[in-house]
């Protein structure tokens, strides 16, 4: 078998979405393959949060199946499920952390309904996922509302590396941050991705954040999706990519990354 050869991890096969008589997916096909940074854009109301939603198996799409390691989730029964989602984790937009929590105690929902820890263990693997992601030991202490913007998307990291996952999604991991802070976290999320073998899947508008951390780019137009290397989308002819792609910060960075 040839190593080179990409090996998909998640495989979203002919998948049509609908809202009433609103059509938000058309036989949408989308590949990611093992230990890339795949990249999701669109335009408003396009569909990535429902697609990211029915790649979680959190929403049962209309037509098509859904394959996350090698297992077809829109066949699973709801306990095979629960069992798959345990090696993966998520960001949401706005960090989504319960606010009546501290962090550790939000780092360890996931640990608390997948393991079977004793109290010390689970402050032990809490602290350690909170190092993990850059944060301050007394971080672990605070609640949401005592930490900064970047600090919570940080926290949020944690509680998705909880388990050890292999693949991770991200919901606009950079929105709301500074260009300073929203840097910093694509640095973090590079060195992770590399240490632990991850495999990313971002949504995100973030055209910075697009050029410095993907690999491959998948676009949802017209309710299909066009896939390519960054590259490749950015030379892409279509008149949407060419408007997104083509701004004055993008022939910044395409410069600079050789876009």
Do not use: C, T
């Given at each position: 078998m040839n190593m080179s050869t990409p090996i998909p991890i998640i495989e979203a096969l002919d998948i049509s979405n609908s809202f009433g008589a609103q059509l938000v997916h058309d036989h949408l096909d989308m590949t990611v393959n093992t230990g890339e940074v795949?990249?999701?854009?669109?335009?408003?109301?396009?569909?990535?949060?429902?697609l990211l939603r029915t790649i979680l198996g959190l929403q049962h799409p209309q037509a098509g199946k859904v394959r996350v390691f090698d297992r077809d989730l829109t066949s699973m029964a709801e306990t095979e499920i629960h069992e798959v989602?345990?090696?993966?984790?998520?960001t949401f937009q706005a960090g989504a952390l319960f606010t009546s929590l501290t962090?550790?105690?939000?780092?360890?929902?996931p640990m608390l309904e997948h393991l079977n820890l004793s109290p010390r263990a689970l402050d032990e693997l809490?602290?350690?996922k909170v190092r993990l992601v850059g944060l301050p030991?007394?971080?672990?202490?605070?609640?949401?509302?005592q930490l900064s913007g970047g600090m919570i998307k940080r926290?949020?990291?944690a509680r998705a590396?909880?388990?050890?996952?292999?693949?991770?999604f991200l919901d606009e991991p950079t929105s709301g941050l500074d260009p300073i802070s929203a840097a910093g976290f694509d640095e973090l999320l590079m060195g992770l991705q590399k240490e632990l073998a991850l495999t990313v899947v971002m949504i995100t508008h973030d055209l910075d954040t697009i050029f410095r951390t993907c690999n491959r780019v998948g676009v949802i137009l017209e309710r299909k999706m066009v896939s390519d290397t960054l590259v490749g989308i950015v030379n892409?002819?279509?008149?949407?990519?060419?408007s997104y792609f083509h701004g004055g910060r993008a022939r910044r960075f395409g410069a600079v990354h050789g876009a």
């Open positions: 795949f990249g999701i854009v669109g335009g408003s109301g396009s569909g990535k949060s429902v989602k345990a090696s993966y984790g998520v962090v550790m105690q939000n780092v360890q929902l809490a602290m350690l030991p007394e971080a672990a202490y605070k609640y949401p509302a926290a949020a990291l590396l909880a388990l050890d996952p292999r693949l991770l892409n002819p279509h008149p949407w990519i060419q």
